[in-house]
């Protein structure tokens, strides 16, 4: 068998493979439906979500990690643009729910703002590049079959334990604003979304300036 035979025995083992289990995890959603719907959203939007992950190899760790090794943008504007998305997405959702009185806008979802967010932030960055990928990307390199991913799992349910239990500690002596900070609070539900997508576009437009300052 040449390597083009092999290569394609390989494909259509993978393919059959993927296809049977992709019928399972379609079939255990359909399942969830008839008992639990909400609990079959989130399964069947997480395959959906992981698969558009592997596609487009989409990653955070890129994001940051490419504009300093190699200039490219094209990871970091792809984030952009997925953060405009979803701040138009949210506020519309956040502002429908709260016309209709069905939740507080904010409430329970804006957090106190300290020293916690820029520790967690520089040692959670540094993890994650020495890792090679951000909590989505790990997730979806161990579903490619990356085993020492699972290491860099059990390192993040351990880390995410600790900063659990050591968070009283650094609400009590290092927050800066505690009761954090609602942009539509302060100015409106369409001023919070212009300002905003203005911040997203200013990001955008330096990342595409970085990228053909480094082609020079």
């Known amino acids: 068998m040449n390597l083009n035979d092999q290569k394609k025995d390989d494909f259509a083992k993978q393919f059959s493979v993927g296809l049977v ?3 399972i995890l379609l079939m255990v959603g359909v399942f969830l439906l008839q008992y639990a719907p909400m609990i079959a959203f989130f399964w069947l939007s ?3 979500f992981g698969y558009v992950l592997q596609r487009s190899r989409f990653c955070f760790v890129a994001a940051f990690r490419d504009p300093v090794l190699t200039g490219s943008t094209a990871v970091t504007r792809g984030v952009l643009v997925a953060l405009a998305l979803t701040t138009i997405g949210f506020t519309a959702v956040k502002y429908i729910c709260q016309s209709t009185g069905q939740i507080i806008p904010g409430h329970g979802y804006i957090v106190a703002i300290g020293m916690n967010t820029v520790v967690g932030g520089i040692i959670f960055g ?4 020495i890792a090679g990928g951000c909590a ?5 390199r161990i579903g490619e079959g990356f085993e020492m991913h699972l290491i860099t799992l059990i390192g993040f349910f351990l880390g995410t334990i600790l900063g659990n239990n050591h968070l009283q500690w650094w609400n009590n002596h290092w927050m800066w604003i505690k009761e954090g900070v609602f942009l539509p609070d302060l100015f409106g539900w369409a001023g919070a979304l212009i300002i905003q997508l203005l911040v997203i576009a200013l990001l955008y437009g330096l990342a595409v300036k970085w990228e053909a300052k480094q082609e020079v």
């Open 126 to 129: 540094i993890g994650m590049v």
């Open 21 to 23: 289990l992709f019928v």
């Open 46 to 48: 997480g395959l959906g």
């Open 136 to 140: 989505s990307g790990m997730l979806m």
